[in-house]
Every structure is written in C-alpha cells, then in structure tokens.
C-alpha cells in the first residue's frame, strides 16, 4: 500500500510545544485523497479521518453505522495524500465500549491497516480501561469529550452538554484523567465557553473545540459543513468559508444543459 510521508512534519510532540507557545492548532475532517491533499496543502496542523463519514460521506443519520473496515478504507486513502499534518482516525462505535480487549485488537488494526498516527476514543471514565489498555500498546490516543455523536441515543439530543453543575465537574474529572492515562490531546464538543476554558488552563495536553468557544488551543469542523456543501447544517458553531453546494449545482447544471444542447464536447475538446 503506498502511503503518505512516515514523517510528519506536525507530531503529538509538536502539538504539546504549540499549546506551550500559545499557537493555536487546526484541524479539519478529511475523508479521501483528492480531499485530504488539498488540506495538506492548505496547511492544517491535524486531519481527522472522522467516523462523520457516516453523516457526510454515506447519508446515515448518526455516526453508529459506520464500520472498522469502512474507517480504514477512507484513512487509508487519506494517509495516500498527506505529508505535513498529524492524522488521527476515529475508533467507530462498537470497536471499544465496554470490552478493552476488542479496543486494544481495534486500535492496532487501525493503525496497521491505515498507517496513521492516532486514534480518537468518546468518553471520559466509562472507557478508560481500554483507553489505557490501547496506551499501553504505544499508540496515541486523542479524548473526546462532551457532546459525543456516539451516545446520541443516551443523550437523546445534540444540545450543549455539560451546563448543569454535576455534568460539568464529571467532564473536568474525565479530561483530567484522560490526560493522566496519557492522552496526547482532547476534543471537547459543544459545551460552554466558559467551561472549555477552564479544562484547558487545567490541563497541559491541547485542548480542540468543536463549539466550545474561543479559548480552546485549538479549533475542528467538518469539512463538508465548513466549505458548505452540507447547506441544511447550520449550528451558531459553524462559520462557513465557502458554498459549494451552490458551486457545485451551477456545474453540473452547467454540465448537463451542454451535453443536452451538443455544446459538449465541442471541436477542441474531441480527437
């Protein structure tokens, strides 16, 4: 299989010297290789190979249904594109819940498979064992906490999580003890500001927001939500730096009237 550069030029050591320096870190999703080359080039920190494929790539309503062989297959070909930025690649639901050795078989065929550098986990001190049992192996794991997509059906809604007291201080004891597990760096999704500050003053590991205010080390968006591809997304977290979606229906509109009237192919355009 031909990958990526086997030397990054952004490292999980790198990513803890930029959080010391004050340098805030980018990240976005990719998910294939035309895709993932253009972020490479732009010049993102951290590709996440995210299970959001589910939502963005296969039209699931939730990220549940997407499986380990379909998590590899798109980091493998993101891992065909990259040179510069860390890729970490989502551990899909079912792969470590409640059974650390599954994890610990999970984890490593991701990384075998696909090549990549870290792996990304959902929860805080509910899967912490095999969070541990995957460190102990030597592979990077990044935290997820907050709103996670995969205990959608727990939660029973996408609201801002960690509002009321008790949930907030359970969030600092999980962030805290994922950075103690050894956790190279921690997602926080749509939580307060104000909040997300404190975990990330609190800890010395980078701390990624995903609606979670300013005051992260870093930022994360879905890349199809953020080019604005996906139009009927629109949370207050979102900023978009683009439309493609109406980009890309004045082309194929385009593209279908030429066909239709013979203007396509014309004599330059054949042999």
């Known amino acids: 299989m031909s990958t990526g550069s086997t030397t990054r030029v952004i490292t999980t050591h790198k990513l803890l010297e930029m959080k010391q320096k004050g340098e805030k870190i980018s990240m976005l999703t990719a998910y294939d290789y035309t895709s993932a080359k253009i972020v490479d080039q732009a010049g ?6 995210g299970d959001s494929a589910a939502n963005v790539m296969a039209g699931h309503e939730t990220t549940l249904p997407i499986t380990i062989d379909q998590m590899i297959y798109h980091a493998q070909s993101v891992m065909r594109a990259v040179k510069n930025p860390l890729v970490v690649v989502d551990m899909p639901f079912g792969t470590y819940q409640g059974n650390p050795k599954e994890a610990v ?46 205990s959608i059906h727990k939660f029973g809604t996408y609201a801002v999580r960690a509002k009321e007291e008790a949930e907030a201080n359970k969030l600092i004891e999980d962030a805290v003890a994922l950075e ?92």
Not at 44 to 49: F, R, S
Not at 137 to 150: F, S
Not at 253 to 270: A, L, M, T
């Open 44 to 49: 993102i920190d951290i590709i996440l190979v």
């Open 105 to 150: 078989r999970s984890a490593i065929r991701i990384m075998k498979e696909s090549e990549a550098d870290a792996v990304k986990m959902e929860g805080g001190s509910e899967i912490m064992e095999s969070v541990e049992r995957i460190l102990s192996t030597g592979i990077p794991v990044m935290g997820h906490l907050g709103l996670t997509p995969q």
């Open 180 to 271: 103690k597990a050894g956790c190279f760096a921690i997602v926080l999704e749509k939580i307060p500001a104000a909040l997300a500050k404190k975990v990330s003053e609190t800890l010395s590991i980078p701390v990624i927001g995903i609606g979670a205010g300013r005051y992260c080390d870093g930022q994360v968006l879905v890349m199809h939500d953020m080019l604005g591809l996906n139009n009927s997304f629109s949370p207050r977290f979102l900023r978009r730096y683009g439309n493609l979606y109406e980009e890309y229906l004045k082309a194929f509109r385009n593209y279908v009237e030429d066909v239709k009237s013979g203007d396509f192919p014309n004599e330059s355009e054949q042999y």
